[in-house]
């Protein structure tokens, strides 16, 4: 039986810089406990003519984009959902709670209890392993992709040994320093602020299940979770007939090597310029905020 979820406390937040947004919860019927949902909405009326739906990964929350929000919002749209573990969302104590399914079935809960249509699905490391399929099994509510440092995984690749050693550290530290992990895979120097508020979601130690358990997760040789998902996602990515944009940082030792294969599996991706992240890390999001989302309005300008 699943532990119960847990929701970290609203004073958590309280110095949050620059997410000024209203939290807004969604409950999640097909997890364990019916855990909420939390996000942000730029325009919860629906009125806007673009929608973008920005996805993060581990150990990360919607705070992530928040240099990203504003350009973005100007041109649609925009909804930050936070994980299941992770930001406001609710999270279980336990790593054993948390699988693919759970992730895949929350995102397209989401997206279908939001009624979200014409989506531009922008998704960095586990926000595309989720989002990517997520978005090829209800294509009818997408209009666009735009992957950055993240994968569709066939399940059966060899793990760099730069991913192994994060791995390792991940399960092991004591504690978790979920700060100094978005630091170490950021080129920009974080406030003290900015690392105060990716901690801010963990008060307690036990709420950082979700992420420890998402490196192990990664569907790979020998190991991970939702590698039948993700394979069959790539079929489909394969025939994706609607624009996509795969957008890489030059920098990122982890996911580097996946942005020019991803780019080949998705036919659409090179009607799309040749595009890198100069300088950007990681958490590209970070480095180049401001300058993605531009790249991001233009895209979708030339293909609306």
Not at 16 to 36: K, L, N, Q, S, W
Not at 62 to 71: A, I, N, Q
Request: charged share 30%; proline share 8%; aromatic share 10%.
């Amino acid at each position: 039986m699943a532990s119960e979820p847990v929701s970290t406390p609203e004073e958590a937040f309280a110095e949050i810089p620059d997410y000024d947004y209203e939290p807004r919860y969604v409950t999640i019927e097909r997890a364990p406990g019916d855990p909420e949902m939390a996000y942000i909405d730029t325009d919860p009326e629906g009125g806007a003519e673009e929608t973008f739906l920005c996805l993060h990964g581990e150990p990360t929350w919607g705070f992530l984009y928040r240099k990203m929000v504003p350009t973005l919002a100007e041109r649609g749209r925009v909804v930050v959902p936070d994980s299941l573990g992770f930001g406001r969302s609710d999270k279980y104590t336990d790593r054993e709670d948390y699988d693919y399914q759970l992730h895949y079935d929350a995102v397209e809960e989401f997206v279908e209890t939001l009624d979200l249509t014409g989506v531009t699905l922008v998704c960095q490391d586990w926000g595309g392993i989720v989002g990517l399929p997520v978005a090829v099994d209800n294509e009818e509510r997408f209009a666009r992709l735009v992957p950055m440092n993240t994968d569709c995984p066939t399940g059966t690749a060899e793990m760099a040994d730069e991913w192994h050693d994060f791995r390792e550290f991940v399960e092991s530290a004591d504690p978790l320093p979920i700060g100094m992990l978005i630091q170490n895979a950021t080129a920009t120097e974080l406030r003290d602020a900015e690392l105060s508020a990716y901690e801010a979601p963990f008060p307690e130690e036990e709420l950082k299940a979700g992420a420890r358990e998402f490196p192990d997760m990664v569907p790979r040789a020998g190991g991970g979770d939702g590698g039948a998902v993700t394979s069959a996602a790539r079929e489909e990515l394969a025939e994706w007939e609607k624009p996509a944009f795969v957008l890489f940082a030059d920098s990122d030792p982890i996911t580097r090597g996946a942005r020019d294969p991803l780019r080949g599996l998705i036919p659409t991706a090179t009607d799309q310029p040749d595009t890198w992240v100069e300088g950007a890390m990681h958490f590209l999001q970070e480095d180049a905020g401001e300058e993605i989302a531009t790249e991001i309005v233009d895209f979708v300008d030339r293909t609306s």
